[in-house]
T-cell receptor, first 112, second 117 residues
Framework: GQQVMQIPQYQHVQEGEDFTTYCNSS?????IQWYKQRPGGHPVFLIQ?????EVKKQKRLTFQFGEAKKNSSLHITATQTTDVGTYFC????????????FGTGTQLKVEL | GAVVSQHPSWVICKSGTSVKIECRSL??????MFWYRQFPKQSLMLMAT?????????EQGVEKDKFLINHASLTLSTLTVTSAHPEDSSFYIC?????????????FGQGTRLTVV
């Protein structure tokens, strides 16, 4: 079946440092979404990427979708303590019936 | 944005009993809802897709007789964990999308932390 892997699994950074998480699918995706889950909370939608090579920005967050639509990345510039949480990519596959396949997640910790 | 409400947020039950979890879409109609299970520090694993007015579609390896899903209205889906055992202890979370408005964003309930003792 389809698998979506993310690296790294964990990342500790000092406040102000940049952070990147990478997402890789075993097969081509129709589109990819990113979610953030705070400790003890539920996933919250961040963004959706649909087009090959698409890049979207939200303030300090930059999202990219690979040319082959099999990988994606999330980059946070100058992290803040409010960025703490686990970031998940979630892919939708063609013919997958709108099901989201979640990546393994990257847990981000930001230290002062 | 759309709101999905899940209840209860946590529950402790004795081994062998059944637990029902409710998932409601508060301001949109959800013909389809999704149920996930999440173990500590792990990803969300899709258990089943709940379809209004028809049978749920279960993912491979998920026992449909163990995890009963009912989606009797456009705003409510329920997951019943039958004859719960300690290994069923987990974080269960539902999601829904407002397909009527063409939204692909998934809105998640607050989740239910189930502890079976």
């Amino acid at each position: 079946g389809q698998q979506v892997m993310q690296i790294p699994q964990y990342q500790h950074v000092q406040e102000g440092e940049d952070f990147t998480t990478y997402c890789n699918s075993s097969t081509t995706l129709s589109n990819i979404q990113w979610y953030k889950q705070r400790p003890g909370g539920h996933p919250v939608f961040l963004i959706q990427l649909v087009k090959s090579g698409e890049v979207k920005k939200q303030k300090r967050l930059t999202f990219q979708f690979g040319e082959a639509k099999k990988n994606s990345s999330l980059h946070i510039t100058a992290t803040q303590t409010t960025d703490v949480g686990t970031y998940f990519c979630a892919g939708i596959y063609a013919g997958g019936g709108n099901k989201l396949t979640f990546g393994t997640g990257t847990q981000l910790k930001v230290e002062l | 944005g759309a709101v999905v409400s899940q209840h209860p947020s946590w529950v402790i039950c004795k081994s062998g009993t059944s637990v029902k979890i409710e998932c409601r879409s508060l301001d949109f109609q959800a013909t389809t809802m999704f149920w996930y299970r999440q173990f500590p520090k792990q990803s969300l694993m899709l258990m089943a897709t709940s379809n209004e007015g028809s049978k749920a579609t279960y993912e491979q390896g998920v026992e449909k007789d163990k995890f009963l899903i009912n989606h009797a209205s456009l705003t409510l889906s329920t997951l019943t964990v039958t004859s719960a055992h300690p290994e069923d202890s987990s974080f269960y979370i539902c999601s829904a999308r407002d397909f009527v408005r063409g939204s692909t964003e998934a809105f998640f309930g607050q989740g239910t932390r189930l502890t079976v003792v």
